[in-house]
């Protein structure tokens, strides 16, 4: 469970830590030097991937000692370049070589009431999931947040992934590889074959949607065709998705502890 517990960004779980330094400060080494340390190689790697080399200095130079050493393991100095773990930018295939949708949510807004209400994010993205259906019908598994949203609006075939309260009854924080896993798991219970997967995702969140659909033993690709939405939401109830720069980060961290 990811827990961010500072202005700056810092993500805190599972013992390591990646703390987002502030915007303006320390030089920060040319992000198209030879990579000839794992940093630099790190910081080569993620400026193609993000299309911005200074955040992704920003960002690389922030990182704990023990968070860069777990990415070492995942991935080594000599695979940095080409790794799929440190892909942002997923395969996209057309509409027809998918039997199922994955919507993944990205933050949401707190109601007045005390729930939640999706937030422009989460719109967007059922909008995105309306674009693919529109293209090819399909067996939808979303997150609560945009499985009401569509289910609203009459689309068939959406079963809601949903949060699981704790003992107290309350509400436990969903994570990415939580809903691949429920979405499989409830796929199965109701006799429907997933398949190959369309993964509908924020636009930075969908290289880790994919790679945590894989994960979970499931064929995903993003669809052809279907422009996902990349602009934040400032008034998000979860900090890490209010701006580009916490998410990135947080995303790497991520990356770290899931997959």
Known sequence: MLRVVSALGLVVATGLAVTVPPAAGAAEPSPTAPPGDYRSALIARLAKE?????LAAEIVNGLDPGLLASLEGRVALAEVAT???LSYRPQRRPAKAFDSVIVYAFGYHDAADGGREPGPVNEALAAATRTL???RSLPVFAQTEIAEILAAEGVPRVTSIDPVAGPDGTIQYLSTAGVAVQAKAKAGA???DLGPVAVVAFSDHAGRSVLTTEAAGLDAALARGVTLPDAYDSASAQPWTRDRRSYLATDLFGRVATL
Request: hydrophobic fraction near 45%; charge should be positive.
């Open 83 to 85: 790794s799929p773990f």
């Open 190 to 192: 109701a006799g429907t």
């Open 50 to 54: 993000w299309r911005d080399p200074a």
């Open 133 to 135: 259906l529109a293209k």
